[in-house]
């Protein structure tokens, strides 16, 4: 499976950007997909995750109320909308996909697949 992330860039504080990530190549058996970010010098954190199936989502508490991530089950791709960016919303943010269960979901060793990055930059 692989996974292809898309849709980041630079924008002011305050603005928007709609991440995109694509699944391909193979079965498609994960239960979750997720959106990690890590930015320089600091851990991969977790930003939300949503249950293929259902399509219950969780938040980090930093972007609850701003962040709204959605999945298109027959494209197999899930987005990232994000509103009201802040400066500290800057990082690489990484989609993810695996066959895990909750209290794993939130965490990277709950993935097994991995997209590339793509770097969101907020600032004025």
């Known amino acids: 499976v692989q996974l292809q992330a898309s849709g980041g860039g630079l924008v002011q504080p305050g603005g928007s950007l709609r991440l995109s990530c694509a699944a391909s190549g193979g079965t498609f058996s994960s239960n979750y997909m997720g959106w990690f970010r890590q930015a320089p010098g600091k851990e991969r954190e977790f930003v939300a995750t949503?249950?293929?199936?259902?399509?219950?989502?969780y938040y980090r508490d930093s972007v609850k109320g701003r962040f709204s991530i959605s999945r298109d089950r027959a494209k197999n791709t899930v987005y990232l909308q994000m509103n009201s960016l802040k400066p500290e919303d800057t990082a690489v943010y990484f989609c993810?996909?695996?066959?895990?269960?909750?209290?794993?979901?939130?965490?990277?060793?709950?993935?097994?697949?991995w997209g590339q990055g793509t770097q969101v930059t907020v600032s004025s």
């Open positions: 993810a996909a695996g066959r895990s269960i909750l209290s794993a979901a939130t965490t990277p060793q709950g993935y097994s697949y």
């Open positions: 949503i249950r293929v199936n259902g399509g219950h989502t």
